[in-house]
């Protein structure tokens, strides 16, 4: 068990590029979570899948940013036209979701700055 | 939707210190983490602890469901332990709603 992988762990961009990240969860993990930190705040959830059906999006998720896991295993998340305001700690977690346990467990995070 | 408040926002402690970090909810969870945060942003799981009491070496937390709080417990600080104290819980929707951390200061 390697753990949750994402990539890149930091990226660099400049306004108005699209980027898109990637996160690996644990082997056999059901659910996989996506959440945004900013400097100084607790992380922010902003999706989650279960297999490969996307359950539940945050109102912070604007149409600039979708997400996906087309097989259940990997999920990509992408911003399109990103602004200064992308500026985050993206954070991934996945968990082996059942009745009573929903113990996340998170990967390094990938830190997109834009200018 | 689910309030988390943690408190104390910052704390500084001398090494070997002992220490207690609180978390108050608002509603009640099916889930709640403890978290520590590295320097590096890595979010690492210290106890899942819903209900009940857990120890992990000189790590322990309780979880009162009924009046909805946790504790966490560190014993004999370590600079090592110095960080960012995460408390975080969800509901039957499964996303967890973090709290905004105590930020811990160990001095050797």
């Known amino acids: 068990d390697t753990g949750v992988s994402q990539n890149p762990r930091h990226k660099i961009t400049k306004r108005g590029q699209n980027v898109t990240f990637r996160c690996d969860p644990i082997?056999?993990?059901?659910?996989l979570y996506w959440y945004r930190q900013t400097l100084g705040q607790g992380p922010e959830f902003l999706t989650y899948?279960?297999?490969?059906?996307?359950?539940?999006k945050s109102r912070l998720l604007s149409d600039r940013f979708s997400a996906e896991r087309p097989k259940g295993s990997f999920s990509t998340l992408e911003i399109q036209r990103t602004e200064q305001g992308d500026s985050a700690m993206y954070l991934c977690?996945?968990?082996?979701?059942?009745?009573?346990?929903?113990?996340?467990?998170f990967g390094p995070g990938t830190r997109l700055t834009v200018l | 939707g689910i309030q988390v408040e943690q408190s104390p926002p910052d704390l500084i402690l001398q090494e070997g210190a002992n220490s207690t970090l609180r978390c108050n909810f608002s509603d009640s969870v099916n889930n709640l983490q403890w978290f520590h945060q590295n320097p590096w942003g890595q979010l690492i799981n210290l106890f899942y602890?819903?209900?009940g009491t857990k120890q992990n070496g000189r790590l322990s937390a309780t979880t009162v469901a009924t009046e909805r709080y946790s504790l966490l417990y560190i014993s004999s600080s370590q600079t090592t332990d110095s960080g960012v104290y995460f408390c975080a819980v969800s509901s039957n929707t499964g996303k967890l709603i973090f709290g905004q951390g105590t930020t811990l200061q160990v001095k050797p």
């Open positions: 977690a996945s968990s082996a979701y059942r009745a009573g346990d929903n113990e996340q467990f």
């Open positions: 082997s056999e993990h059901n659910r």
């Open positions: 602890i819903p209900s």
């Open positions: 899948f279960q297999n490969e059906a996307q359950l539940e």
